[in-house]
């Protein structure tokens, strides 16, 4: 009866002294207990016996069979009680509550199994307030659909009941979580090349006595040093493949874990079996070394993949903690996370807006680069929106909140991220069904072999049934792509192109379609003098050099092409008016003089005409009673951009321009380049336009530098973050150049053209290797050790063919 509850991959049962829900040892003298199938169990203390009790009160006992872990103990759980989730105001701090939906994101600590997934879930489903209820397992993040109106606290209640610790779900409570993740698997990888390292010392020594001679106690006795070494690395760093492989199967689907954790669990089994009989092969070495590979492989993934997270969280904390808010006639500093719509907030000069609000009073400027890429900030005044994640660059403001940060644009943003994020893989998931279908065809094989040799020869059914696992084990397969990746990826990094993504260059070479944004990626992100057009009398280089001593204490974006110009040293008492320009004083002439918009100009010099054109960024120069000058600032294109767009062009790409700027100024751009454009967009709208291009069956490269563009990068087929782009768009980006030199994208392209016919070359070798070395296998022609060497040395072929891309010239 005891075996009923054992878990089938872990062996979860508690022995005689241990709480049968919990695993913790019983106190002497307990008289607690569950009835679970006629059977009386034993467990510790009132708080299990009622969670045991719930459990199998509500049919639900398949929980004990399914579990791989105990759950926690009321002592691992948070201090947080149901009742807090009853408060509104507090749940509004981290969860989406209004009229319509009520959308409740909750860390669930000690949620370690599909098991414990399966009795939540329907646990909470029995609860009429929820409407339905997402739960993430990898992230232990459960997000509960109520009822609009609903209380939060009973289906929080019923997480706490079953012994499970309940959190709200802030993205620094998932870094908490991925940091403990980070440990547990750089342990479970140094536990692993530590068995590699010792028991290959082992096998060193059995090669090399098979070779020369050993004697045969010798022999035995490293044996029976490698078999426990490879059993504990197989038990604590090889879990994670049986545990993934399980949970598919029971999902009757097959992944690469599956072959596997097969594989590993018949070559120790064949090897101990071996060891036992005091004859035959061994594979101690082997199975360790897979074992280290592979963790190895997925560490470093797990830790790029988690960048993105990372990124996301530093965004929001930029924003400050304390926020001027007038409470009872005063200004107060209290926390963002107390302030919700309808506060008035006051944002001071140089500081970060936290939601997104409307001007109620002042004038300013603000910098949207975080949404629009672009370098200008945005003049803002009385009833204009701002948003939270943009700075405030003028004067003071006082602002009234529109929205929670959690439904800010910047938020908003993340979002897109993550869902980008999700749908990408398509190539990815093409991948796993092809590798799923092959495993499934091994499989079969193998088992085939078994049954007829078993019929001809019952001795040679193991063995051959392990030569034909072995001989067509997809290790050449699996190499075969990331062997030419690594290499072309090496290549590219030699050269100033940082690799972000291990598929990225598949992708690239399969691209048709380019996406570039405008400004920072086709363009110079500072502005540059082009025009001057000056009144009759004039000189240009006066009305620069006045000009510049103007701008000279301005870090407004539109100053920075004067910075560096002659300046005229009679200029005084400068001061910065918000929104409008600067104003100064002639002190040898005894004049007032102003450089900025149009209004601001014609109140002192009404003769003032209009802007030569709507094509560029005009500022005016007058003085008094007269007009001085009208001098415009533009883009420039980045060095090499004209090539750049050429060469593509010759390969019969599509390209086009998708822009957050005004569409006079792209079109402009888009002109000069003769290129297709699209102007004005938000970043979710140029991810909209990226999807449709990819439901028309385009693959798309895209080419961005800033925030707005993380989106586009992220879900793109495949992309590129120039030099000087933001953080976020180059952890969203498969490729970021380091240099400035836009020919590093055609590298790209030939390395990307490069390795994929290298991976086909190594995928053709591949299959025809396994396709020839599984019959011969089955039919007895090829020992385990033969198949052992020969898989090697198909795997070896495919590293050395990938090698030949380190030779690729520029």
């Known amino acids: 009866m005891a075996n009923r509850w054992r878990s089938p991959l872990l062996n979860v049962e508690p022995t005689a002294t241990q709480c049968f829900h919990c695993g913790e040892p019983l106190p002497i003298g307990a008289e607690f207990s569950v009835r679970m199938d006629n059977t009386d169990r034993a467990v510790c203390c009132f708080g299990c016996q009622t969670v045991a009790n719930l459990i199998a009160g509500a049919d639900m006992t398949a929980f004990y069979q399914q579990r791989t872990d105990y759950p926690p103990t009321p002592a691992q759980q948070t201090t947080q009680t149901s009742d807090w989730y009853n408060d509104k105001t507090w749940l509004q701090t981290f969860a989406k509550v209004d009229a319509e939906q009520q959308e409740i994101p909750l860390m669930v600590t000690g949620m370690s199994c599909a098991a414990c997934a399966w009795v939540i879930e329907r646990f909470l489903q029995e609860l009429e307030e929820v409407q339905s209820l997402h739960i993430q397992l990898a992230l232990g993040k459960v997000t509960i659909n109520l009822l609009p109106g609903r209380a939060a606290g009973p289906a929080v209640e019923v997480l706490q009941g079953l012994g499970y610790g ?12 991925m940091r ?3 440990r547990r698997d750089l342990r479970r990888l140094g536990i692993a090349f530590l068995g590699m390292m010792q028991v290959g010392m082992f096998a060193i020594a059995l090669h090399a006595g098979a070779l020369q001679g050993i004697d045969a106690d010798l022999q035995q006795l490293l044996r029976l040093m490698s078999a426990p070494l490879t059993l504990f690395v197989l038990a604590y760093s090889g879990r994670e493949f049986f545990e993934r492989a399980w949970q598919h199967l029971k999902h009757r689907t097959l992944i690469m874990d599956s ?19 005091g004859g035959g092969e061994t594979y101690y070495d082997s199975v360790t070394m897979f074992i280290f590979f592979l963790l190895l492989a997925r560490f470093v993934e797990k830790r790029l993949r988690d960048r993105d997270l990372i990124q996301l969280v530093q965004l929001a904390d930029e924003l ?20 919700g719509p309808g506060a008035n907030i006051r944002v001071a000069t140089g500081e970060a807006i936290a939601f997104d609000s409307r001007v109620i009073s002042g004038t300013s400027v603000i910098d949207e680069a975080v949404f629009t890429g672009e370098a200008l900030p945005r003049s803002v005044q009385k009833d204009d929106v701002v948003f939270a994640g943009t700075v405030n660059e003028g004067a003071s403001l006082e602002l009234v909140v529109e929205h929670r940060f959690s439904e800010s644009r910047l938020a908003a943003l993340a979002q897109d991220i993550d869902r980008a994020r999700e749908d990408k893989p398509a190539h990815l998931q093409l991948i796993d069904q092809f590798a799923a279908r092959f495993i499934s065809i091994v499989l079969l094989a193998a088992a085939i072999t078994f049954v007829v040799w078993w019929n001809i020869d019952p001795s040679r059914a193991f063995w051959a049934s392990i030569a034909v696992l072995v001989v067509a084990c997809p290790c050449a397969l699996s190499l075969a792509t990331p062997a030419a990746l690594t290499a072309g990826n090496a290549w590219l990094g030699r050269r100033g192109v940082r690799v972000r993504s291990e598929t990225g260059l598949l992708a690239a070479a399969a691209a048709n379609h380019i996406i570039f944004d405008k400004t920072g990626t086709l363009t110079e992100t500072q502005l540059v003098i082009s025009t001057i057009r000056t009144a009759q009398g004039i000189d240009t280089d006066t009305a620069l050099g006045t000009a510049a001593a103007l701008q000279q204490f301005s870090s407004h974006p539109a100053a920075r092409p004067f910075h560096h110009r002659a300046q005229n040293t009679a200029i005084r008492n400068v001061e910065i008016i918000a929104a409008q320009g600067v104003e100064g004083w002639d002190s040898e002439r005894n004049i007032k003089l102003r450089l900025g918009s149009l209004t601001f100009c014609r109140d002192i010099a009404p003769g003032l005409p209009d802007r030569p054109d709507e094509d560029h960024y005009w500022v005016a120069l007058v003085e008094d009673g007269r007009w001085l000058a009208w001098i415009s600032l533009s883009e420039s294109l980045r060095p090499g951009t004209r090539h750049l767009v050429t060469e593509l062009k010759r390969e019969a790409l599509s390209l086009e321009i998708l822009s957050g700027d005004t569409e006079s100024r792209v079109q402009q751009i888009a002109s000069n380049l003769d290129l297709t454009f699209t102007a004005a967009l938000k970043p979710e709208e140029k991810l909209a336009e990226l999807q449709q291009r990819q439901s028309a069956g385009a693959t798309v490269l895209a080419i961005g530098d800033g925030l707005n563009d993380a989106p586009l990068l992220r879900a793109a087929d495949v992309s590129v973050a120039v030099a000087g782009a933001t953080a976020l768009a180059q952890t969203q980006a498969d490729f970021v150049i380091t240099e400035e030199n836009t020919d590093r994208i055609l590298m790209i392209r030939k390395a990307a053209y490069a390795t994929r016919r290298i991976t086909r070359q190594n995928l053709l070798w591949a299959a025809s290797y396994n396709l020839l070395g599984l019959p011969l296998a089955a039919l007895g022609f090829i020992p385990p050790w033969a198949a052992a060497l020969g898989m090697s040395a198909s795997s070896l072929l495919v590293v050395l063919n990938a090698l030949r891309l380190r030779r690729l010239k520029d």
Request: charged content about 20%; hydrophobic content about 45%; glycine content about 0%.
């Open 166 to 177: 309940v959190q709200p779900w802030r993205a620094d409570s998932r870094l908490q979580q």
């Open 259 to 277: 072959s596997v954790s097969l594989a590993l669990a018949l070559a120790t089994a064949a090897s101990l079996w071996s060891t036992v009989q």
């Open 180 to 182: 403990e993740d980070y």
């Open 320 to 339: 400050p903690e304390f926020v001027a808010v007038l409470r009872d006639h005063r200004w107060q500093r209290l926390p963002r996370d107390s302030v």
